[in-house]
DNA sequence: ATAATTGCAAAAGCTTTGCATGGCC
DNA sequence: GGCCATGCAAAGCTTTTGCAATTAT
């Protein structure tokens, strides 16, 4: 997302367009791959030295509220984050906390269709995501 | 399973059989549904007063080495612990804590076939499992 | 001007750890 | 008897909270 588009998405949710706020979804976008607050917090920190960690949380989880981040957490590790919008699966690997995007428009519609056929008594799915647990083969 | 069977699991695995390795077993069981361990604590000092946090977290944790538990997460809240075995999936409520197992062999297969044929680069996978995010309709 | 946001530090969970005591094989 | 497992309490980590000072609008 680029700098304009978020300070129109914080206007517009009337959020004031601060520093910290830019510097913390700038980190988690460039950070890529599911940084967690410590890795966000370390990346801001190189050029702004101050922030404070509650602030980070604070920012992250207004972020999350407003659908600008999304939180990720696989079994055994602390939350991370993804600015990524557009849908996508994840895939974790079993023996490590990597954690990459899977993205497959043809799954989604395999499965939507199949979910449309069959509909599971008593709930109304809104999102589907696959936990593709595993190992990469490359390093 | 049952108790005869889970003696056997621990003697197979060189663990000693203790009172409270048994309690902690027969609480994610008959819990049902993912309880948290402040749960599994509090179901287990029904019967068992004097019983550590910590010893049941270490019993957790050698049970989920071993395979007889499994650690479910949502984006949420803290670990949740489940002993069901066979495969499935997870119903998660959008709104509250609530995780439902989902278990659907056609769909199973429809995933195997699908990736059987669609392999990804660089990755193996061992298992997938969805999260299906919604809402219950019933109370 | 004023209301929202920040930094700081303390507090609040949840989970882990160390060690002496006790219990299983 | 020997060694593993337990209970207890303290410590560790991540995340949250309260509040005075600061900043965006």
Redesign the pocket.
């Known amino acids: 997302m680029k700098l304009e588009k978020i300070?129109d998405f914080?206007?517009n949710e009337?959020?004031?367009?601060?520093?910290?706020?830019l510097a913390?979804l700038e980190a988690v976008i460039k950070l890529g791959n599911h940084p967690?607050?410590?890795k966000i917090i370390e990346f801001i920190k190189k050029n702004?030295p101050?922030?404070?960690?509650?602030?980070?949380?604070?920012?992250?989880?207004?972020f999350v509220d407003k659908g600008l981040v999304n939180k990720v957490k696989s079994d055994k590790d602390?939350?991370?984050y993804d600015a990524v919008l557009v849908k996508h699966h994840h895939l974790y690997c079993a023996k490590s906390d990597r954690i990459e995007d899977y993205y497959d428009d043809d799954l989604n519609k395999i499965l939507e269709k199949y979910f449309k056929k069959k509909e599971i008594k008593y709930f109304k799915i809104e999102d589907i995501k696959l936990q593709i647990i595993g190992n990469f083969t490359n390093k």
Do not use: D, F, S, W
């Open positions: 300070r914080l206007k009337n959020l004031k367009i601060t520093p910290q706020r913390v967690t607050a410590e702004h101050n922030i404070a960690v509650g602030t980070v949380y604070k920012t992250l989880e207004i602390v939350m991370r």
